[in-house]
Structure formats: C-alpha cells, structure tokens
Nanobody, 130 residues
Framework: QVHLVESGGGSVPAGGSLRLSCRGSGYTSGNYCMAWFRQAPGKEREGVAG???????SYMDPVKGRFTISQDNTKKILYLQMNSLKPEDAAMYYC????????????????????????WGKGTLVTVSS
C-alpha cells in the first residue's frame, strides 16, 4: 500500500511563501499521478495541482502562476512551492496518488477530483494571515 506523509505547513503572512513536501513509500513499479488537494473549513476538498510520472503538470485556476508542483522521483518526494500566498489559500493541504496504466506524451492524469485518487496523506495545515 502506498503511504503518503505531508510536511511543511505553517502560518505565513499574505504574500509569503511555503514549500510543502510529501514523502511517499510503498510504490510499485507502475506509473503514478501525484496531486495536491486542499480543504478549508466548511468547504469541499478541491484540486490544486497534479503531476504525472514524467513531469507534466496541471494547475487549477486559483493557483496558476503562484504555485509550482514538482517531484523527486529518486527520493519519492512530491513538492508544492507556494508563492504570493493569499488568505484564501489557507486550508489543510493533502497529498494524493493514483496508479495509471500508461502515461506518454503530455499530461495524462485524471481530472483533479478527489474521486480519482486512491491514496491520501493526512494533510498539513497552511494558514495565511492578512
């Protein structure tokens, strides 16, 4: 079973930056899509960014131009660099993964919905003060 553990959350002022990490274990030799989701109190969990096995990425509109998803395939670590943070970015951030059968060419991950993901971390909290 894939096990994911997030870290790097904290409290920052608006306009500040944070880098979240997700350390994974238990991967098979298959192809995986990795993603970050977030959930604020009283709101549904929403996709933030995704990345496929060869580094193609996808971002949801609210974070485009500010967040960058990346991965270290050797160390099995997923990152989310968050810049120019806004109060509306405050949420519990979750790392997620799903194995896919094939991944060639461009971005080949499912739509960024929680229903598409199989494995989840327990989250790391990000707060942004105004």
């Amino acid at each position: 079973q894939v096990h994911l553990v997030e870290s790097g959350g904290g409290s920052v002022p608006a306009g500040g930056s944070l880098r979240l990490s997700c350390r994974g274990s238990g991967y098979t030799s298959g192809n995986y899509c990795m993603a970050w989701f977030r959930q604020a109190p009283g709101k549904e969990r929403e996709g933030v960014a995704g990345i496929d096995s060869d580094g193609d990425t996808s971002y949801m509109d609210p974070v485009k131009g500010r967040f960058t998803i990346s991965q270290d395939n050797t160390k099995k670590i997923l990152y989310l660099q968050m810049n120019s943070l806004k109060p509306e970015d405050a949420a519990m951030y979750y790392c997620a993964a799903v194995e896919i059968s094939v991944c060639t060419g461009g971005y080949c991950c499912p739509y960024l919905t929680p229903l598409a993901m199989t494995y989840w971390g327990k989250g790391t909290l990000v707060t942004v003060s105004s």
